[in-house]
T-cell receptor, first 113, second 112 residues
Framework: DAKTTQPNSMESNEEEPVHLPCNHS???????IHWYRQLPSQGPEYVIH???SNVNNRMASLAIAEDRKSSTLILHRATLRDAAVYYC??????????????FGQGTILTVHP | EAQVTQNPRYLITVTGKKLTVTCSQN?????MSWYRQDPGLGLRQIYY???????DKGDVPEGYKVSRKEKRNFPLILESPSPNQTSLYFC???????????FGQGTRLTVV
């Protein structure tokens, strides 16, 4: 399975944008890029996913590099509620493991008031 | 409200005493799965089910059983729990494989 690399931690101030990077240099053409986050004492929560084009939803934006070897999750205005562990995950649409989410260590995002 | 419900939320049990953790979803999802979360190891998939009566092993299935007799329910069974199964367990469901996954609130299990 293709792997992802994320920084262990990042910090931001409230109401500022946050850019969370993810490297996936061994990504295959059928790998979708998923982002989930886990707030303290809660189960993981879906944030966004994409394949090639940039994606936007009410929570965040996903910017995917042209060569797809990296992506960035963008929180446009961080709030204290966005403090969580963010996971970047690849899921291969063409493989038998499609649907399985392989969680790495993720990025711990701290948001300062 | 769309949700995945796990019960119990907390459980302390003794080695060897069979237990079942229930998971139920009200979204008519086909795909359901179980994960365990351990410090330093992240979340790892235990079992998954693509639909009723279709289940398969994930990455760490040893010591666990599952069943999928109804679409909404996917219980996790520990026939003979051992201390190394002390963990935080999450059930998840999605409309189909690869779709947005919804997770339950978790079950913290301690086996002494």
């Amino acid at each position: 399975d293709a792997k992802t690399t994320q920084p262990n931690s990042m910090e931001s101030n409230e109401e500022e944008p946050v850019h969370l990077p993810c490297n996936h240099s061994t990504i295959s053409g059928t790998d979708y890029i998923h982002w989930y986050r886990q707030l303290p004492s809660q189960g993981p929560e879906y944030v966004i996913h994409g394949l090639t084009s940039n994606v936007n939803n009410r929570m965040a934006s996903l910017a995917i590099a042209e060569d797809r070897k990296s992506s960035t999750l963008i929180l446009h205005r961080a709030t204290l509620r966005d403090a969580a562990v963010y996971y970047c995950i690849l899921s291969n649409a063409g493989g038998t493991s499609y649907g399985k989410l392989t969680f790495g260590q993720g990025t711990i995002l701290t948001v300062h008031p | 409200e769309a949700q995945v419900t796990q019960n119990p939320r907390y459980l302390i049990t003794v080695t060897g005493k069979k237990l079942t953790v229930t998971c139920s979803q009200n979204m008519n999802h086909e795909y359901m799965s179980w994960y365990r979360q351990d410090p330093g190891l992240g979340l790892r998939q235990i079992y998954y089910s693509m639909n009723v009566e279709v289940t398969d092993k994930g990455d760490v299935p040893e010591g666990y059983k599952v069943s999928r007799k109804e679409k909404r329910n996917f219980p996790l069974i520990l026939e003979s729990p051992s201390p190394n199964q002390t963990s935080l367990y999450f059930c998840a469901s999605s409309l189909f494989m690869g779709a947005e996954a919804f997770f339950g609130q978790g079950t913290r299990l301690t086996v002494v």
